[in-house]
């Protein structure tokens, strides 16, 4: 229904058979708040050393206590770090490495971008499957083995070396290069040079080596995938809302770390020649140099080895987490499952926009991080073992003290969500800005001679040349004896000797007086000042950029529902792996290769590139990456615009206010009036679950709750069986301890409940501030929430979500009162009258009984009687009786009445508990026989 004609029309029981229920904050299908699991001594003869296996460090039975001073998020947070460290090491030391491997084994930069691709398409396929099954196990133990595939990808990655050896083709034979004695490998002009040989197949791509990088890069992003899919939703939902700014900038920084040492390990590594023991004749500026790829990912996988193995001891959940795991399983098949997440995660435009804008700015940042180093190391003439370190340099360690700094200025000011989002586009604007200085900021080309022929491409064929037959296989510069001109190789300036006295070529047709020396010449390589400028407006603007980096993730987080968390951001990450880490290496493979002058050619195949047009490469590289820089924030802008979506970003009520104007958006106005005019007025949420949020609401003045259910969130399911049953049970229930329910309406596609408000907070708020209640207080509380269900009982209607969370408090703390009836139904047949058993798996599996667990028909008022048992222990006690989260150890436990009592509960009580907790459902008491027992009459 909906409002027509200026009348709120109010809800008629008629229609139960269109309208569903959803879990709104405090339903059974919310996560179970974990009891502070401090107690008091137990009893003499109770075991010490019992063990919860889910919340300890260890494998097994085997968990040593000494091990369980680890069983904490720092702990875990500071592994996960090492891990991030050495994982982020192992993409940047094959970034810094594309320009040698592509020498070495002969590939262009698409092969590259294919090989760097493959981890993508592992990634794509894996993410959602690990962000939705994920939390079915045990978090920490599947990241570390995840690390360990990462770990077995990088050693695959190095055994091309070990397979083929060191590149010999580079060096040449003396047959063809005409080495003697006054000729040390140089390509020399000699026109009764043997023609090139193409049978020993070197200098040509090396095939099994490419798709041996393939496998090797497929294996690492396996091993990607857990670390955020899992880690983050883990972490997150171990600490308190609060602290997650400071952990998750933590995570991301230290992770960024890891990067820069990659560069720097890689340009270590490739300092030294690929067969590390042997001299090849020529220094590491010869392009004919390859320096130890190889090396850098051996010490990489040994060192994720051994950081990982602690990992794989962390526990299921820590102790204090904000939110169960095993609860979220059950609150996502009462939701929805799969289908229900995927409906939720494609109606939310910021979800969308926020993916948007992302997928456009990885693009650029990834092609333009993958460039950079041989950006460098081509238009400013370094090394790449220098330019492995300046990009390292420049990129990671800038953005890891940027992440530092946005999540703690999270976490001491306390923005309002639209304020983040406004500064995430003020921050990405201006790395937009400095990335797109680079154009400015670039080398003049190096003079190397040749020029434009007739097919209007680049040639180094001149009539002082042309008789020599000259190659590309090699790229060998010399300097002309004008101190300017740089030629390809001494056959490219027509030498046709080597004097090693003068250390310089003679013979030199092409180089005035005949002479040229080795190498380039000075003034193409200290002719540029302008590296220093580069860096510095580079090195600020990824600084700047990495201070949103730690909000984007947050808000990601607190865009979806709790229960989508792990299936959103695994969802995402395809999306992210399909149009952002898939496309970026061919398109900016293809952008580098466009800007190619000479190719390594032999035997009519092309290599790799040996020289780029300065211009064309720095106009390409940076105006691709600013144009999709462009793009993201556009979408960041956008976001602005749906910031009120965000709800409850810190877990407290200073969240209010934006929750405030994100309901008055959601009811019109004149919606709004006539409800005033019922005397009825909406105020800011308290709480929201998957379908509903729990809202201050006032009538005629005074203080009242409202629940508001949006239906378009809630599946078939719900809509035709359980909003009916809880509205009709609503109106139908009347009682002094049970939370009254005020008056109900339908306002478009939302069900309003207006009800009595429990100001006090529930029994698990209690017990964090109060420890275990004492007895007689216990008797006080008992007496009235149970009576209250007694009540429900003697009309034919069971709760069947009994638990702490859905037993609310007044502001006093002097009345209890029973809530939640999203599973309450009548257990009387209409005609007959006759009591009829439930079938439906209802409640939290900490409460429930072992009946319900069986998924056999049960006896729903028999099974209030047992979760009411669990209650009491929890309240007298502060844990719960059975700890298991895995369905069968529950069973077995309840089963086995495995639990045990603190010191000081009294004997009567002991025996009330007991005979609640009876796992035979024919010898439990009804409520009229536990209200009766003698304990109650103790004072």
């Known amino acids: 229904?909906?409002?027509?004609?200026?009348?709120?029309?109010?809800?008629?029981?008629?229609?139960?058979?269109?309208?569903?229920?959803?879990?709104?904050?405090?339903?059974?299908?919310?996560?179970?708040?974990?009891?502070?699991?401090?107690?008091?001594?137990?009893?003499?003869?109770?075991?010490?050393?019992?063990?919860?296996?889910?919340?300890?460090?260890?494998?097994?039975?085997?968990?040593?206590?000494?091990?369980?001073?680890?069983?904490?998020?720092?702990?875990?947070?500071?592994?996960?770090?090492?891990?991030?460290?050495?994982?982020?090491?192992?993409?940047?030391?094959?970034?810094?490495?594309?320009?040698?491997?592509?020498?070495?084994?002969?590939?262009?930069?698409?092969?590259?971008?294919?090989?760097?691709?493959?981890?993508?398409?592992?990634?794509?396929?894996?993410?959602?499957?690990?962000?939705?099954?994920?939390?079915?196990?045990?978090?920490?133990?599947?990241?570390?083995?995840?690390?360990?595939?990462?770990?077995?990808?990088?050693?695959?990655?190095?055994?091309?070396?070990?397979?083929?050896?060191?590149?010999?083709?580079?060096?040449?034979?003396?047959?063809?290069?005409?080495?003697?004695?006054?000729?040390?490998?140089?390509?020399?002009?000699?026109?009764?040079?043997p023609l090139e040989q193409c049978e020993d197949n070197q200098g040509v791509t090396v095939w099994p080596a490419v798709i041996i990088f393939i496998l090797g890069s497929w294996f690492r992003g396996m091993g990607y995938t857990c670390y955020f899919v899992v880690g983050l939703p883990y972490l997150d939902d171990n600490i308190k809302k609060e602290q997650s700014p400071l952990y998750i900038s933590m995570m991301h920084a230290i992770r960024l770390v890891g990067p820069a040492f990659g560069f720097m390990l890689a340009s270590f590594c490739l300092s030294f020649y690929e067969q590390p023991f042997v001299d090849p004749g020529f220094g590491r500026n010869d392009p004919r140099f390859v320096g130890a790829w190889w090396l850098s990912f051996i010490i990489v996988g040994l060192l994720?080895?051994?950081?990982?193995?602690?990992?794989?001891?962390?526990?299921?959940?820590?102790?204090?987490?904000?939110?169960?795991?095993?609860?979220?399983?059950?609150?996502?098949?009462?939701?929805?499952?799969?289908?229900?997440?995927?409906?939720?995660?494609?109606?939310?435009?910021?979800?969308?926009?926020?993916?948007?804008?992302?997928?456009?700015?990885?693009?650029?940042?990834?092609?333009?991080?993958?460039?950079?180093?041989?950006?460098?190391?081509?238009?400013?003439?370094?090394?790449?073992?220098?330019?492995?370190?300046?990009?390292?340099?420049?990129?990671?360690?800038?953005?890891?003290?940027?992440?530092?700094?946005?999540?703690?200025?999270?976490?001491f000011f306390r923005p309002r969500p639209k304020t983040i989002f406004i500064v995430v586009f003020i921050v990405e604007a201006v790395s937009f800005f400095t990335v797109g200085s680079g154009l400015l900021l670039g080398c003049d080309p190096i003079n190397i001679d040749g020029g434009l022929n007739d097919m209007n491409k680049f040639s180094l064929q001149s009539s002082c040349n042309q008789k020599c037959d000259c190659s590309t296989r090699v790229y060998q510069p010399i300097c002309g004896n004008d101190l300017k001109t740089t030629y390809f190789s001494p056959c490219h300036a027509g030498c046709s000797s080597y004097n090693s006295k003068t250390l310089s070529f003679e013979g030199c047709s092409c180089s005035p007086g005949s002479v040229a020396t080795k190498g380039y010449c000075e003034s193409d390589v200290t002719g540029c000042n302008n590296l220093v400028k580069y860096i510095s407006v580079v090195t600020f603007g990824n600084f700047i950029s990495s201070i949103a980096r730690t909000p984007n993730s947050l808000i990601y987080l607190r865009t979806v529902d709790p229960i989508d968390k792990g299936f959103a951001i695994g969802l995402a990450s395809s999306l992210m792996d399909i149009f952002a880490f898939v496309p970026y290496p061919l398109l900016f493979g293809y952008i580098a290769d466009k800007s190619c002058l000479i190719w390594e050619s032999k035997c009519g195949k092309t290599g790799n590139c040996w020289i780029y047009d300065h211009d064309k490469f720095r106009k390409y590289l940076h105006g691709g990456a600013i144009t999709f820089f462009a793009i993201g924030s556009l979408f960041d802008f956008l976001m602005i615009f749906f910031s009120d979506y965000v709800r409850n970003f810190y877990d407290d009520d200073e969240d209010d206010e934006e929750m405030q104007s994100l309901k008055e958006v959601e009811l019109t106005p004149n919606d709004q009036k006539l409800l005033e005019k019922r005397g009825f007025k909406l105020g800011a949420p308290l709480n929201s679950g998957s379908f509903a949020c729990v809202c201050k609401a006032t009538y005629n003045g005074t203080p009242i709750a409202a629940k508001v259910i949006d239906l378009e969130k809630t599946s078939d399911d719900y809509r035709l069986k359980f909003l009916p049953r809880e509205i009709y049970t609503m109106k139908k229930l009347k009682h002094k301890y049970l939370i009254e329910i005020l008056d109900i309406f339908v306002v478009g596609n939302r069900v309003l409940v207006f009800m009595e408000l429990a100001a006090g907070g529930d029994f698990l708020d209690l017990l964090h501030e109060t420890k275990a209640l004492s007895e007689s207080r216990a008797r006080y509380f008992y007496l009235q929430f149970g009576d209250a269900l007694r009540y429900m009982h003697s009309i034919g209607f069971a709760h069947r979500d009994i638990k702490c969370e859905n037993i609310l408090l007044n502001k006093e703390r002097t009345e209890s009162k029973l809530t939640d009836f999203g599973f309450t139904r009548s257990v009387n047949e209409r005609k007959s009258g006759n009591q009829m058993l439930s079938d439906t798996y209802c409640g939290s599996a900490a409460y429930v009984a072992p009946e319900v667990l069986k998924a056999k028909p049960y006896n729903a008022l028999v099974s209030d009687v047992w979760s009411m048992g669990v209650v009491l222990f929890v309240l007298v006690n502060s844990r719960l009786p059975f700890g298991d989260r895995e369905t069968k150890k529950l069973l077995a436990s309840q089963l086995e009445k495995n639990y045990k009592y603190t010191k000081n509960i009294s004997k009567q009580l002991r025996q009330l508990i007991d005979w609640h907790l009876t796992p035979d459902p024919n010898d439990r008491p009804t409520m009229e026989d536990v209200l009766a027992h003698e304990w109650f009459q103790l004072e």
């Open 1 to 193: 229904m909906s409002m027509k004609n200026d009348q709120l029309e109010q809800f008629d029981p008629t229609l139960n058979d269109r309208l569903l229920i959803n879990d709104d904050s405090q339903s059974s299908t919310l996560v179970d708040r974990t009891i502070d699991d401090e107690q008091s001594k137990v009893e003499e003869e109770e075991d010490d050393d019992e063990v919860d296996h889910l919340t300890t460090c260890g494998i097994g039975s085997w968990r040593p206590k000494w091990m369980q001073v680890f069983a904490s998020p720092f702990f875990f947070m500071l592994n996960l770090g090492l891990v991030g460290v050495i994982q982020g090491m192992t993409g940047t030391i094959f970034f810094s490495s594309i320009s040698t491997l592509e020498k070495r084994f002969g590939f262009d930069s698409k092969i590259s971008g294919i090989i760097l691709i493959a981890d993508n398409f592992a990634d794509m396929i894996l993410n959602p499957i690990m962000g939705y099954i994920g939390i079915r196990y045990n978090r920490a133990r599947l990241i570390g083995l995840g690390e360990l595939i990462l770990a077995f990808g990088s050693f695959l990655t190095a055994s091309p070396y070990f397979i083929y050896g060191p590149g010999t083709h580079l060096l040449e034979n003396q047959a063809f290069f005409n080495i003697n004695s006054t000729s040390t490998n140089f390509e020399m002009c000699n026109v009764d040079r």
């Open 304 to 411: 994720l080895a051994i950081v990982s193995i602690p990992m794989l001891f962390f526990p299921y959940q820590f102790k204090d987490a904000s939110i169960k795991a095993d609860d979220i399983q059950v609150k996502i098949k009462e939701s929805g499952g799969t289908k229900g997440a995927l409906k939720r995660f494609v109606s939310n435009p910021l979800v969308i926009l926020f993916i948007s804008g992302n997928i456009f700015r990885y693009i650029g940042l990834g092609g333009y991080i993958m460039f950079k180093s041989k950006y460098i190391e081509s238009q400013f003439r370094k090394s790449s073992s220098s330019a492995s370190f300046i990009t390292g340099f420049t990129s990671f360690l800038p953005m890891a003290f940027g992440i530092m700094i946005g999540g703690t200025a999270i976490s």
